[in-house]
C-alpha cells in the first residue's frame, strides 16, 4: 500500500479513437448521445466512484481544449481534491494508455482503463473492479457470458466448426490492474494486443473476470449510437400524438379545382369560403385535433374575409405555425381523397413533394371512389380523410 498522500486509483479513459465506423466527422468520444458527448457521458460514472480517483483522458490531437472544458463540468464544483489530466493520444489504443501510464501519480497503486465508447458502464462496475484487483493482488475485468452460437469459419464464410461457447467471455471495461504490473507489461510489450488484459496475461499475470453489465455495451457502429439514443429517451420522448381531420366539398363547375395544394386544369372546382381545397382542409384538422388546438373552423373561422378564396398552402402553414409554437413537430401525414374526379394517381408523386415540402415531413397522399355510392359516389362532390402523427420538441 502507497504511503504517500493522494489518490490510490487512476482512470484512464481512452477516447482518442477516430470512430470512422461511426461514418462521423468528428472523433467518437465526441459524438453526442442525446444532447450530450459520448465522453461526457463515460466520465459521469467515473466521477460517481466510492473514492477518489486519479482522472487521465486520451483525446485526439486539437481536442484537449474541448476536453478539458469537458471534464471540468463533469468534475464539477466542490470537486478540487479530483486530480485530472487530459492528453493527446497516440496512433494505437496501446500507445494512449502507455502515455498516460506515464502521468500516474505516486500514490496510485490500482489503475483502471476505459474505453469512453462504453458510456454506460455503471459505477458499480467500477467499484467491484477496485475491489477484486485489491483482494486477488491481480488484473480483473468485467465481463458477460457468450449466449450466441458461435461458428469458426473460412475466409469465404464456410463453417469450420462449432466453438463450446462455455469457454468464451464477451470482455468489457474498465479494466482494473496492480499498477507496478500494468507498467511492466506495456514497457516490456513487443506485440500489439488489443486489450490491456492481453498485455498483462502475456507478461505471466494473473487475470480475473468478474459479472459485467450489458449497459457496458460499445458503441462502434451505427447501430450502437441508435441503441444508445433509444437509452436515453425520456418519456417527453415518447409523446407521440395521433389526430383525425374530414373534410368535405360539393362540386362547383363555375370555381378551378384546387386540390392537395396543385391547381388542376379542366377539372370541375369545389365551392367553399376558400378555394375548397378539402385535402389541405382535411390535414389542417388532424393536425390541429393532434395538437388539441381546435379544428379548422375554430381557428381559421368560414367568414373571415382574409382567408376568401385562400388556397390551401395558406392554411397549412398556418397550421404547422401553431403546432410548432405549442411545441410539437409533424412526423407524418396520411391523406385519403374520396371522389370520382380526378384521377389522383395522375398526380399523387406531385402532390404529396408539395404537402410534404410545406410540412418538413412525409405526406402519403392515396385516392378513391365509392362505387357509386354515397354523395361522392353520385358525383356531388369530394371528401378527404387525414391522419396526423406529432410528437413533443424535446
Known amino acids: 500500500m502507497s504511503t504517500t498522500f493522494g489518490?490510490?486509483?487512476?482512470?484512464?479513459?481512452?477516447?482518442?479513437?477516430?470512430?470512422?465506423?461511426?461514418?462521423?466527422?468528428?472523433?467518437?468520444?465526441?459524438v453526442p448521445v442525446a444532447g450530450r458527448p459520448i465522453l461526457s457521458r463515460a466520465l459521469e460514472p467515473v466521477f460517481a466512484m466510492a473514492e477518489s480517483v486519479q482522472v487521465i483522458v486520451t483525446v485526439p490531437a486539437g481536442f484537449v481544449d474541448a476536453a478539458e472544458q469537458l471534464v471540468a463540468h463533469m468534475a464539477g464544483t466542490g470537486?478540487?481534491?479530483v486530480d485530472i489530466d487530459v492528453i493527446v493520444g497516440g496512433a494505437?489504443?496501446?500507445?494512449?494508455?502507455?502515455?498516460?501510464?506515464?502521468?500516474?501519480?505516486?500514490?496510485?497503486?490500482?489503475?483502471?482503463?476505459?474505453?469512453?465508447?462504453?458510456?454506460?458502464?455503471?459505477?458499480?462496475?467500477?467499484?467491484?473492479?477496485?475491489?477484486?484487483?485489491?483482494?486477488?493482488?491481480?488484473?480483473?475485468?468485467?465481463?458477460?457470458?457468450?449466449?450466441?452460437?458461435?461458428?469458426?469459419?473460412?475466409?469465404?464464410g464456410q463453417i469450420l466448426e462449432t466453438v463450446d461457447r462455455s469457454e468464451l467471455t464477451a470482455v468489457q471495461t474498465p479494466q482494473g490492474f496492480p499498477r507496478a504490473q500494468l507498467v511492466a507489461a506495456h514497457e516490456g510489450a513487443s506485440d500489439e494486443f488489443t486489450d490491456d488484459a492481453a498485455a498483462v496475461a502475456a507478461a505471466g499475470h494473473p487475470v480475473t473476470v468478474i459479472a459485467g453489465d450489458p449497459l457496458s455495451f460499445k458503441i462502434t457502429t451505427?447501430?450502437?449510437?441508435?441503441?444508445?439514443?433509444?437509452?436515453?429517451?425520456?418519456?417527453?420522448?415518447?409523446?407521440?400524438?395521433?389526430?383525425?381531420?374530414?373534410?368535405?366539398?360539393?362540386?362547383?363547375?363555375t370555381k378551378p379545382l384546387w386540390l392537395a395544394g396543385l391547381h388542376w386544369p379542366d377539372e370541375v372546382g369545389l365551392r367553399g369560403h376558400s378555394d375548397g381545397d378539402v385535402v389541405s382542409h382535411a390535414i389542417c384538422d388532424?393536425?390541429?385535433?393532434?395538437?388539441?388546438?381546435?379544428?379548422?373552423?375554430?381557428?381559421?373561422?368560414?367568414?373571415?374575409?382574409?382567408?376568401a378564396a385562400a388556397h390551401g398552402d395558406v392554411f397549412l402553414r398556418e397550421a404547422l405555425r401553431l403546432v410548432r409554437e405549442a411545441g410539437f413537430e409533424v412526423g407524418n401525414v396520411t391523406v385519403q381523397i374520396v371522389g370520382n374526379h380526378p384521377i389522383v394517381s395522375r398526380r399523387r408523386a406531385e402532390a404529396e413533394s408539395f404537402l410534404s415540402g410545406i410540412l418538413g415531413a412525409t405526406v402519403s397522399v392515396a385516392g378513391t371512389t365509392t362505387d357509386a355510392l354515397g354523395f361522392t359516389g353520385r358525383g356531388e362532390g369530394v371528401a378527404a380523410i387525414a391522419t396526423a402523427l406529432i410528437r413533443a420538441r424535446n
Not at 373561422?301 to 382574409?306: E, K, L, M
Open 79 to 81: 470537486t478540487s481534491d
Open 7 to 30: 489518490p490510490r486509483v487512476a482512470v484512464i479513459v481512452v477516447g482518442a479513437g477516430s470512430g470512422t465506423r461511426l461514418g462521423r466527422s468528428e472523433p467518437k468520444a465526441f
Open 222 to 253: 451505427e447501430w450502437d449510437l441508435r441503441r444508445a439514443e433509444q437509452l436515453m429517451m425520456t418519456p417527453a420522448d415518447f409523446d407521440i400524438r395521433v389526430g383525425s381531420g374530414t373534410d368535405v366539398h360539393a362540386y362547383d363547375a
Open 286 to 307: 388532424a393536425l390541429l385535433s393532434a395538437a388539441n388546438l381546435g379544428d379548422l373552423g375554430s381557428v381559421f373561422g368560414t367568414s373571415d374575409p382574409t382567408f
Open 92 to 156: 494505437t489504443r496501446q500507445e494512449s494508455v502507455a502515455a498516460a501510464l506515464a502521468l500516474l501519480k505516486p500514490s496510485v497503486d490500482v489503475v483502471l482503463v476505459h474505453d469512453a465508447a462504453r458510456p454506460f458502464t455503471p459505477t458499480a462496475i467500477f467499484d467491484s473492479v477496485v475491489a477484486q484487483v485489491r483482494v486477488s493482488g491481480a488484473g480483473a475485468l468485467p465481463g458477460l457470458a457468450v449466449t450466441d452460437t458461435i461458428k469458426r469459419t473460412d475466409p469465404g
